[in-house]
């Protein structure tokens, strides 16, 4: 395969001036792993993924025995007499329904079952105002990420907020949540490394939460078309250890209290924040 | 209503009434088949260049590129690259694949095989090509505007294809051109729709019409269903466009009022679902019918395949919110999308077990239609069970909008059907133009064309899972990305090794139609459906004698025959021991 890739690939790429990235180097199978997680419940995404992958080459596997197997059988120089049947014995039936019932419950139900667990009890079970968590507030528009913090009075839409720019840092080890809405068109606010992602639409807001738990540097991007630099639209994440954070949120809250205008009405896109 | 007797039609005899302004549902549908290989053309062109600014966006696109893009030397641009995937899909589902298997074979095999003299609303036949043909010209006009074609994807989604983000009148154009097109489908639906029931020979029950009729019903009734939801989608949306409404304008945007862009996605995917099913049964109608034809062997089950091709057609309309799971709608409608999108794989692992069924103990001969029909046994297995992984919401919400997606839904609707509009072809070539296709080339367009397009939808997937999302004119600009680059050129050779064999497919297919003096037979499958009761090719009236059927589409290798041959005309009586 990989030598495959690299006749086809580079050796007829005429790519001799082109300011081309050069691919990092690493097996085939590394290149084909999604992104490193680094969330807390990213596992069930790819746990759920592998388990229905098994399930899939299972049953495929199935229908290759018979596509592959019956062609190769029933070759007609091989059985010339075809037998005379339609299908509609007791026997024929039987099979057919439990292939059926099969797959029902055995992937569809089984997985469907798992899926919704995780929804229901992870990704769908939104903190409260109880727990202590780190918010945010994200406003997307053609073709960049603004994000926002309560500043230090904690109250969003105020003039001590912090505002960034397509860098959103946030701890390790503490839920975020996210508050996310447009100003123009659709966006979709997705962290790969983090196996999520939620539409950000004018008029609404969507929210998302995440732990993370590895500390680093890593990449938003818009997955949902939104124009010609819809590709441009990346945003970085930084992801911090709780001291870093605490450090990096002080100095840019006191920044804030210094550098933000109070008279730009621009600066207020935010809103009050509810649960 | 009962079967009445249809006249025949006189023999036109000016070369305008023959081949241009035609009644006649042959000729409609040859038309509507060189239209779709004409823009089945243009949209594959459209996906090599995607594919190549995907592998070398930093390089000119061969041979075209200079005379396309002089001002970047040959360099895709990023906002032609928008109009460009957007094109392509507007293009390949409404403007290739519909035509070919709807519009083509729809129009040639619903008469033929049911024994009827033409379509019972001629002239609606005609005049839905012609709309279709004003349709194209309002598509391929929009890529002349000052700014250029359509260019928010093949799904439009306000606010980007409102004024917002479309300011140019390709947008317009583009939902003008799809309502258009939406009128002459439903007029085609409603024809077919009317014809298999009230125009099928005496003696012939809705079980014993040929499967292909079947899927191409089934079609007919969803089109006829939700193409006016998707026209009037598009009506809203030129309304928002052109008159200064606000259906689908909300937030900041909005000056006065709120609509909702969500309300778009929902009247675009209660089409937009049923419209994957639109493209695929035909197909699937074709291939359980080819199965058996060249297993020489009854379909397996047919009676339960056609029922679970119905099961399919009602179920495809309940569970179009799985395309939108990622704008978070209520916990209540995501698992209930979620459960209704798993019970549909029930009828479909019905009818593979009944495919497979058709095919053990056959005595199978391996012409190129039947190539062709296990092939789309083999990558609709991959792209019905890929889906799953979409159906299930927390692995959508990593895999949504991702090349996860690209590569299941072209595995579905675009090389299934793909191969079993060729499939189509190369079956009926005999009767629609007299002459037989050369089975050599037909072969090796099948094994390149599959090769090619394995190594696309799966690299597609793969890539996908790796995280690239989609609609990205240089995914290389994200570091995590820059790892895929290989397999990315990996997937554009595959792409344009899958082009490049339909060179094959186009010479054949041409040097065929015009050039070949060898003539077919009457019945060169040795089938027994009604349309190889009739010369080949079918002569203008079809039947001098409107057939009386006796049996079932599928009878082979009746021990008891004495006629020499493994095979029943349907006008037979069936022979039993």
Redesign the interface.
Known sequence: MELLLAIFGRALAFSVNAPHPIPPSMSLWERMLPPVDISENGHLIDWLFSYTTYLNIFFFTLVCIGLFGFSYLYWYKRHPKAEYTYGNKKMHIIVATVIGVAVFFGVDMNITRMSNNDFMNVFAKWPTAEEDVERVEVLAQQWMWNFRYPGQDGVFNTDDDVLTMNDLRVPVGKKVLFQITSKDVIHSFFIPNARRKVDAIPGRITRMWVKFTKDGKWEIACAEMCGTFHYRMAAKLTTYQPEEYATWLAEAEEKALVENDPERAEMYWGWKWEY | MAFFEQHMHPVPKTFLSKYIFSFDHKVIGKQFLWYGIFFLGIGGIMALMIRWAL?????AFPIIGQFMFPETGGIIP??TY?MLFTMHGTIMIFYAITPILIGAFGNFCIPLMIGARDMVFPLLNMLSFWLAIISGLLLVGSLFTPLGAA???WTS????STL??SPGTGQTLWALAIFVLGVSSTMGAINYITTIIVLRAPGMGYFDMPLTVWGLWLTAILNAIFLPVLGAGVLLLIFDRVFGTQFF??????TSG?G???LFQHVFWIFGHPEVYILILPAWGIVSDLLSFF??????????TALSMTAVTVLSTLVYGHHMF???MS?LL??SF??LT??I???S??F???W???????????DSPMLFS?GV??VF??GG??G??L?????D??L???YFVVGHFHYTMAASVLLGGFAAIYFWMPKMFGVMCNETLAKWHFWLTMLGLNGVFMGMM?VG???M????????????L??????N??IT?SAILMGLSQIIFVVNFVHTVFFKKEKATQNPWNVGTLEWTIPSPAPNYNFKEIPVVKCGPHE????NLTTGR?FQYQTEELVKA
């Open positions: 592998a070398f966006p930093d390089q990023p906002d928008a260019a928010g994807g989604y306000p606010t980007l917002i983000g304008l909300a937030g900041a945007a909005a709120a909702d862009p969500v297993a020489r062997k009854p379909a397996f089950g047919a009676k339960a990622t704008t978070q916990p995501t698992q979620m459960t798993m019970t794989s029930i009828p692992a019905i593979f077990a009944n497979l069924g058709t095919i053990w103990r056959g005595s199978i001969r391996f296990l046994v083999f297995g991959l069970l890929t799953l992984y159906a299930t919401v927390t692995t919400l990593y949504h909008d991702t793969v899972y790796a995280g999302h989609r609609r990205i004119y240089n995914p290389f600009i994200y570091e995590h820059q790892r895929l680059i290989p397999i050129e990996f050779w082979f290798s009746n021990p493994d």
